[in-house]
């Protein structure tokens, strides 16, 4: 019998330099089939990648084929693509594309979804059936969908879905958090027979059932997640709609290292819905002539939304709560009088970020974060929000036994207190990090949206997507909380937020008043946002990145070397700055911008200390070509096309 040789995909590392290995096999395999090899001592899964001759050295045969099916071609060029865009291992990759414990044999679990709607007709106006005809017409592999909030943008989801599933093709929705599935799933089942919903919130049983489902089926599928259901096996992938597509979550920060909307775009047309783009993305799209805008409400009426700004400075305005203005809180009522809803934003979590003795200066530190610790009011301890390490309060200080300890500042539950002693009598729920699971908004979006909840009180996921058709009051506490990050894009974060928080009272069911409370009540991006300007933000934007030769005008590299003494970061740090002076000279890159050494913005924690090189380049090429002449460490991190540099 004739021998046939493989080269396969192996899911763990063997060496830096190679990623795929050869193997022997008396049948014949699929590119894409699925393997158990032996490596080593013990064996691993891998994938099957390419069909190779003999090679001189002696081979081992293939132990086992898991699946008769093979992978999707689509995901057999992602795999490749990973690896060599972002410079990534790629056993990490076939980490990601496979489902953990793909060979344990499973008992059948039933997924649970929200409950079948009725069939409905897919009602679309005329500025949407426009959205759709640009799309389906457009040559480009992403077009951006930039549509106002309410602008009805899952309805041109499903409208486009249905036509790729009726040609046999399947669909990918993304979401940026799974809290944001149950409300699509819903849109989406009120259309389509079956829908696979896959996240990281499903037990790992569950998940492999899915993905093994997906695999097996012949027919085209629709599928809803969050980032990794980009690796759901479906036949014929024929679009991806990433809705949200503004939302950093869609950045995958460990190995391996990827941006959603990048990887998408190989694997099959996408696109890319948001009320506020990326300004990056909206510029690679204008330059392909892919922006199609959706500009007006999905249901026309004569509701108004009236949005007033407050200066915090301004004292007489918080006769009645230091943190809730006059005019806040006389809204509030009225809404309450009314049996209508109220909308309290604040992204910060916890009762107090800041615990000081202000006798000697001391603060409250997580010892492995080296990081403020929270206080949380209600169960009475400190909380790391970056590890989770917790402590008792203290009532004296450690340092100097000074009982003159003091919390500075205010997070979502000390804002709940405060509304629950201003209106005894109102339903009140908080929606953040430390909300119970099963008290989520995601889980009781119903009791929500049908108005059993008076006062909605939340952080950043409040803003994301949600429906709120009762809402008649929205208060933004600190607008400008997150502008002093000291980061590029702190200011284009600022204002997606804010408009996106905005966005759930403009959405056209209510006449809506908004309180936009701020230190800076003349600063641009304050000014912008309430005004709902986009057109003016991506032009002061694009204005300043060009004069700081940020993206989109360069590509980034970030570079960190986390050592255990600050002595031994300072010192290696230097020596890798003058290697990749030397290096970029001796390619003769030209256009190529290093900054000097310099600390992270959290420059101390538990692994040790950590100093950063920042690396510009008009092209990404020349970035790739400097980070392949260095000597690779297990002290060096890097980061491609990173969207933030904290």
């Not at 169960?379 to 036994?401: K, L």
């Not at 759930?504 to 009540?521: K, L």
């Not at 600063?523 to 060009?546: C, S, V």
Request: a positive charge; charged letters at 20%.
């Amino acid at each position: 019998m004739d021998m046939n040789y493989y080269l396969i995909a192996p899911a763990k590392t063997f060496n830096q330099s190679e990623n795929l290995l050869t193997y022997e096999s008396e049948t014949k395999l699929k590119i894409g089939h699925i393997v158990i090899v032996p490596f080593g001592k013990q064996s691993c899964v891998g994938i099957v990648v390419e069909k190779t001759t003999k090679p001189s050295f002696p081979t081992k045969p293939i132990t086992q084929l898991l699946y008769d099916e093979a992978l999707p071609p689509s995901l057999i060029k992602a795999l490749f693509w990973l690896t060599d865009y972002y410079r990534c291992p790629m056993s990490t990759v076939v980490q990601a594309i496979l489902p953990r414990g793909i060979t344990k044999k499973r008992r059948p679990t039933k997924e649970q979804l929200p409950e079948q709607a009725k069939s409905a007709e897919n009602i679309l106006n005329s500025a949407q059936k426009r959205a759709i005809r640009t799309i389906e017409n457009s040559k480009a592999n992403t077009v951006l969908l930039h549509g106002i909030t309410g602008s009805g943008k899952t309805n041109v989801y499903i409208e486009l879905a249905k036509h790729h599933l009726a040609a046999g093709e399947s669909v990918i929705v993304l979401v940026p958090e799974i809290a944001l599935t149950s409300q699509i799933v819903r849109n989406f089942r009120a259309h389509f027979d079956e829908i696979l919903l896959i996240h990281s919130g499903q037990t790992e049983s569950l998940r492999h059932q899915i993905w093994q489902k997906a695999l097996q089926s012949q027919q085209p599928q629709i599928v809803i997640g969050p980032r990794s259901a980009l690796f759901t096996p479906v036949k014929q992938l024929g679009l991806i709609i990433i809705d949200e597509a503004h939302e950093p979550a869609y950045q995958q920060d460990q190995n391996p290292k990827y941006s959603a909307l990048r990887l998408s775009s190989v694997m099959a047309k996408t696109i890319l819905g948001t009320a506020t783009p990326l300004v990056s993305d909206y510029y690679v799209c204008q330059q392909h002539d892919a922006i199609v805008e959706l500009n007006q409400l999905a249901i026309k009426n004569d509701k108004t939304a009236s949005t007033t700004v407050i200066d915090l400075k301004n004292r007489a305005n918080f006769a009645r709560n230091r943190l809730l203005s006059n005019q806040l809180i006389d809204s509030i009522k009225q809404s309450l009088a009314n049996h209508t809803q109220t909308m309290i934003f604040h992204n910060r979590r916890g009762t107090a970020p800041l615990t000081v003795c202000d006798q000697c200066g001391w603060q409250a530190l997580c010892p492995n974060c080296y990081l403020p610790l929270v206080l949380h009011a209600d169960s009475y301890q400190m909380r790391c929000h970056t590890c989770g390490h917790t402590e008792t309060v203290p009532t004296v200080c450690p340092e100097c036994s000074n009982p003159s300890i003091h919390h500075k500042g205010f997070g979502t539950k000390y804002l709940e207190q405060e509304l629950q002693k201003l209106f005894p009598k109102a339903r009140i729920a908080r929606f953040d990090a430390d909300t119970e699971s099963d008290q989520q908004l995601s889980k009781i979006y119903g009791q929500v949206y049908n108005g059993e909840i008076d006062i909605i009180v939340g952080t950043q996921m409040i803003a994301k997507g949600f429906d709120f058709p009762k809402l008649t009051t929205l208060g933004i506490v600190q607008a400008d909380a997150q502008l002093a990050l000291p980061d590029y894009s702190s200011e284009e974060r600022t204002f997606q937020l804010l408009t996106q928080v905005i966005g759930r009272a403009t959405r056209g069911h209510q006449n809506t008043q908004i309180f936009v409370q701020t230190y800076q009540p003349n600063h641009p991006i304050i000014q912008l946002a309430t005004n709902k300007d986009y057109a003016g933000l991506y032009k002061y934007l694009l204005q300043k990145r060009k004069q700081s030769t940020l993206p989109p005008y360069s590509f980034l590299l970030k570079l960190s070397l986390t050592y255990k003494t600050e002595k031994s970061a300072v010192l290696n740090v230097r020596k890798l700055h003058k290697k990749i002076v030397q290096n970029s000279q001796k390619l003769h890159l030209s256009q190529v911008s290093i900054t000097p050494p310099m600390p992270a913005f959290h420059e101390r924690t538990s692994t040790g200390y950590t100093w950063e090189i920042i690396i510009k380049a008009k092209s990404r090429n020349s970035l790739l070509r400097i980070f392949d002449s260095l000597d690779k460490s297990p002290y060096l991190h890097f980061e491609l096309d990173p969207i933030s540099l904290l």
